[in-house]
């Protein structure tokens, strides 16, 4: 075997370029790198950035520049010596973000992570490889669902394409997934977290007017049901209680399999699998809801009834210049709807104001549809061009003054409604996954009256089935003084006493919590 090097992953953006990140790892761990958590330790600091808006451009800029920092200074054992850009920013922008940043020592695409240890070597040899030009990945693919699967196009979190023989990999090291299918990655966790996300597919086929993620991410595709399943399967050996299910869109999973109703079938299959306790979908597209998925996700054990509902406005106009379906009443319609089957469903939302051509009373529209829908997570957006896309070039833009006002607005609002949705839920139950114990994130309850902990200390920090990772808020498990702590990754059982704005505290329930320890 050659000489073995150390490489560290950053990870910037979304839980999708997470998975991605482990794939790039299971690959480097499986020809032989050692992976260290930090980018200091590391011979190669490789650079998973976002390209989605302006600000997480500018973090994945900043992200390069601290890592191209760290090769300042005399070089030793364990100095950084390649810093690389890879990821969403890198694809788009290929030469142009080389150019633009020398202290990166190569800006990689999606084409190249079949080959990442290869490049990463040639790099740190002294050899260049040379950036790509980026293009429209939509073209890559068929026009016709049905006609993409078996492509050979390099899909991110999907594993190698099918002319690639995974399966000559052996004597893969421990913590390694197998690829066990055409397309089923390797991967190795960065984290020991009991939650992870699985990709169930890559890119979307919808052309909203502000967004630019289909020209670097390609047409939609999905996963097959095999290589999910087996993922998830591995995921739960090595720990994991949780899985998030991401992708673009996961409302169209399915429809390139000739089942646009697959996911339904799926969800019980993942839920049944041993050592999982929940299932989470993200990214649903309120046009694309069925009854029927709607009824799963409401009605299967093990399923979170957790709705992350890609609202964006509520505004007719507005949305059909986004070219976006619905309005208040439709999408208050659906959220009767959700309710009307599981009154405990979590909702979560994110909504951009200062479009072109937004009135005032469209932003009425929006705070009206925000005050009655009652979600437990809200993102608001200001708008802010993005290269090549329609909107870019809309009349009826605001000044950047307009659009800021807006956002304060809506974002002051949205902290209010967001407080409020957590005291009504005050009293309900709640199945908390213990993600943590450490004293700093107990810490939160310093901003609780003492009155009403009532004998109570924090053992525990966690999630209920309404609150997603990272976004929507966590619980705080509070019990009574020797009482049997719970450990992570064990789901307890709980009644919430309190809220802290978007979190909440819940007591421990008499009795042992379901759920297996880590």
Known sequence: MSERRTVALVTLGCARNEVDSEELAGRLAADGWDLVDDAADAEVAVVNTCGFVDAAKKDSVDALLEAGALKSGPEGPGRTRAVVAVGCMAERYGKELADALPEADAVLGFDDYADISERLRTILGGGVHAPHVPRDRRRLLPISPADRQGTDVALPGHGAAPAVDTGAITDLPPGVAPASGPRAPLRRRLDDSPVASVKLASGCDRRCSFCAIPSFRGSFISRRPSDVLNEARWLAGQGVREVMLVSENNTSYGKDLGDIRLLETLLPELAAIDGLERVRVSYLQPAEMRPGLIDVLTGTDKVAPYFDLSFQHSAP??????????????????????????????VRSNFIVGFPGETEEDVEELERFLTAARLDAIGIFGYSDEEGTEAAGYDGKHDPEVVAERLARLSRLADELIAQRAEDRVGEPSRVMVESLDPEDLDALEDLDPGELDGLAAVAVGRGAHQGPETDGQT???????????????????????????????????????????
Do not use: C, N
């Open 317 to 346: 106009g507005v949305l059909r210049a986004m070219r976006r379906f619905g309005d208040t009443e439709r999408f208050l319609g659906l959220l009767e709807t959700i309710r009307s089957k599981a009154p405990l469903a979590g």
């Open 476 to 518: 705080v498990v509070v019990a009574p003084a020797g009482a049997e702590k719970p450990a992570v990754g064990q789901f307890v059982d709980t009644e919430i006493i309190a809220a802290l704005g978007a979190d909440l505290v819940a007591v421990l329930r008499p009795g042992p919590g379901a759920g297996a320890a880590r």
